[in-house]
């Protein structure tokens, strides 16, 4: 089935903490996964991943592709209020459409 | 500055009424996207449009329409055949392998 599937679906940890956000996907021919940041509308890009075992860092973040495994993870080390989202995991397919998973609520707490 | 601009940002609709969100982008992007999303979910594909004049039915089309006369216009048509209708809706673009730019969304309440 063309599922994505985000776990955990909620996360409550404190400023400084690192976090690891799972995304695992059911279809072996993609084109690429993606990871976006929604805080209130609009959800920003983070990473696009369409090489396995290349990390991907941008600051405080970083991401990965296990395209034999079919899972994708996103790190985020010394977690601030300002990470506090939902953190939305999609694969794009071979005609460019993204599949959602439903999503990681992340909550930093002070 | 380029970007995608959805209006209005809140739309109330009565049971029975058809309504229109707006999405116009001037990225000059080919392809553009409407997804819906319900509290607590991601976002579903409604209907999307590669290229002017054509687009195709996405995961949950029933109950909604599109038109793209122009490049940067992708109007949605929520129907009164959409049974459930309140939802944030969320427009895109997308040029190339790129990944997609959002609008900041419309939210839809029927009362």
């Known amino acids: 089935e063309d599922k994505v599937v985000q776990s955990p679906l909620s996360l409550v940890v404190h400023e400084g903490d690192t976090v690891t956000l799972n995304c695992s996907y059911e279809?072996?021919?993609?084109?690429?996964l993606l990871w976006y940041k929604q805080e209130k509308k609009a959800p920003t890009f983070l990473f696009m991943l369409?090489?396995?075992?290349i990390e991907k860092k941008s600051g405080r973040l970083s991401s990965i592709l296990d395209k034999k495994e079919l899972f994708s993870i996103l790190n985020i080390t010394a977690t601030q209020t300002g990470d506090s989202a939902v953190y939305l995991c999609a694969r794009m397919d071979s005609s460019y459409k993204l599949i959602f998973g439903s999503g990681t609520r992340l909550l930093v707490r002070p | 500055d380029g970007g995608i601009t959805q209006s209005p940002k809140y739309l109330f609709r009565k049971e029975g009424q058809n309504v229109t969100l707006s999405c116009e982008q001037n990225?000059?992007?080919?392809?553009m996207y409407w997804y819906r999303q319900d509290p607590g979910q991601g976002l579903r594909l409604i209907y999307y449009s590669q290229i002017v004049n054509d687009f195709q039915k996405g995961d949950i089309a029933e109950g909604y329409s599109v038109s793209r006369e122009k490049k940067e216009s992708f109007p949605l048509t929520v129907t009164s055949a959409q049974k459930n209708p309140t939802a944030f809706y969320l427009c895109?673009?997308?040029?190339?392998?790129?990944?997609?730019?959002f609008g900041s969304g419309t939210r839809l309440t029927v009362v």
């Open positions: 990225l000059n992007h080919d392809a």
């Open positions: 369409t090489s396995s075992g």
């Open positions: 895109a673009s997308r040029w190339a392998e790129a990944g997609y730019t």
């Open positions: 279809v072996t021919n993609f084109r690429s």
